[in-house]
């Protein structure tokens, strides 16, 4: 008989995660690094659970730290100006890193090597060799680091893992994925986005890191062989862009564009592209082909490593070609940040492993590594992912 949309429909309802007892009479003290605006979702997560006392904060802004804290009303923190300071002085079982991504490797291989766990921002870091010596240093330390990758808790994310994995696409041989905005550099908190000292990467890293996470995770994260990869700058370096400060043009030393067309193990060709601004709303859907369907993922406005609307299966039923919406899942749980928290403190509690494994996130980050060699090489380059 042939399969209803209903029966297609019914395979994949079982997305939604299981929600876990949380045991609150042992503590684990956590310290915050880096005490900017990401920082502060880290610490209303971590304040809405029961089994954590935040303790410690460092940021090399001097009175930053003392100030953020007691701001958002967390009593009894010790606070400091640098992440060297805080680690020499307090005894921790975790840290949040939540500097910008300059700073990322400096500080996860820091607490890493005084035998804390580690929750890391995204991107993972600015370069792949920054990432193979966070991997070295989670090996020695055997202390689990999981990557701020949030989207990943979205049941919609997971809807597009388990399409995959069904098989319902066949053999997957070409994905098309990216996003953007039309006008959207971020620098409402300053220029620490912007700039080369701290931001080391621009869109290829701020939201491209998202749009890879989300294709890659999905088919397995295949090794990534070679890349051909472009960016531009046209938008971050124009001071008509600034209004109100147009000074921020001066500053702007990352890329605000970035494309590339790379080759996975596999057979697979990844087609990508990623913008902070660009004279267009978006850069086009995510699309994943396969032997026996094809997936439409729509995009956002404003990329983020969401999902924008309802997803579309392309494929034959017996005989005809017809397409299957999967709508969006609206699920009543935590939101994500609070998740991808909780899975670090019960990957930490129960013995686990890393919610998101930066086995996964080095190819992730080997890609953006590759995109920018390529482009200031000029041509396609091969990935070479470094042994750990
Ligand atoms: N997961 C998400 O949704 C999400 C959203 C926004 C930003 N981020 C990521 O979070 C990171 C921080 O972003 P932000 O917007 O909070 O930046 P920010 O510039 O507002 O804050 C970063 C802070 O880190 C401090 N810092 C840098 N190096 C330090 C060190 N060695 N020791 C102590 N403090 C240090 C800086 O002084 C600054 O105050 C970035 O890597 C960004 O990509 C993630």
Redesign the pocket.
């Known amino acids: 008989m042939a399969k209803t949309n209903e029966d297609i429909l019914n395979r994949f309802k079982d997305v939604q995660e299981e929600q876990t007892v949380v045991d609150a009479s042992k503590k684990i003290q956590v310290g915050i ?9 880290h610490v209303k997560s971590y304040m809405s659970m029961p089994d954590v006392e935040i303790i410690a904060g ?4 001097p009175g ?2 003392e100030e953020f804290f007691k701001r958002l009303g967390v009593e009894n923190v010790q606070t ?5 300071d ?1 680690l020499d002085s307090v005894e921790l079982d975790a840290v949040s890193v ?7 490797a ?2 996860a291989i820091a607490a890493l090597n005084k035998g804390i766990h580690v929750m890391l ?3 993972m870091s600015v370069t792949l060799d920054e990432a193979a010596e966070i991997m070295r240093a989670e090996k020695k330390s055997g202390k689990i680091i999981s990557i ?3 989207p990943r808790f979205d049941p919609n994310m997971k809807m597009i893992k388990k399409i995959v994995e069904t098989g319902e696409l066949g053999q997957v041989y070409y994905i098309q994925t990216g996003g953007g905005r039309r006008r959207g550099i ?1 620098t409402p ?2 220029t ?2 912007i700039e080369k000292d ?2 080391g990467l621009g869109a290829l ?2 939201i491209g890191c998202y749009s890879l996470d989300m294709v890659l995770n999905a088919i397995g994260y295949p090794k990534p062989l070679t890349v051909s990869g472009y960016k531009s700058n046209f938008f971050g370096t124009r001071p008509d862009y600034y209004p109100t400060h147009p000074e921020y043009a001066a500053k702007f030393g990352v890329d605000d564009f970035a494309a590339a067309f790379i080759r996975l193990e596999g057979g697979i060709v990844l087609d990508f592209r990623i913008a902070w601004a660009m004279n267009l709303d978006t850069p086009g859907d995510t699309l994943i082909l396969g032997t026996k369907g094809g997936l439409r993922i729509p995009s956002t406005e404003c990329w ?2 969401s999902v924008g609307g309802a997803l579309k299966i392309y494929h034959d039923v017996a005989g005809s070609q017809v397409e299957t919406e999967i709508p969006i899942i609206n699920d009543d749980g935590p939101d994500l ?1 609070d998740r ?1 928290i909780r899975s670090f403190l019960d990957a930490i509690k129960n013995g686990g492993t890393a919610p998101v494994p930066t086995s996964q996130i080095l190819y992730n980050q080997a890609i953006i590594d590759g995109i920018a060699k390529s482009a200031e090489a000029g041509m396609e380059i091969a990935i070479v992912i470094p042994e750990i």
């Open positions: 690094i880096g005490t900017g605006w990401i920082a502060e979702a460092a940021d090399l802004v930053k730290a400091f100006e640098s992440h060297t805080l939540c500097t910008y991504n300059a700073t990322h400096e500080c921002e995204k991107p701020g990758f949030q971020p908190c300053g620490s986005f701290t931001a890293g701020d983020n490593g940040f991808k």
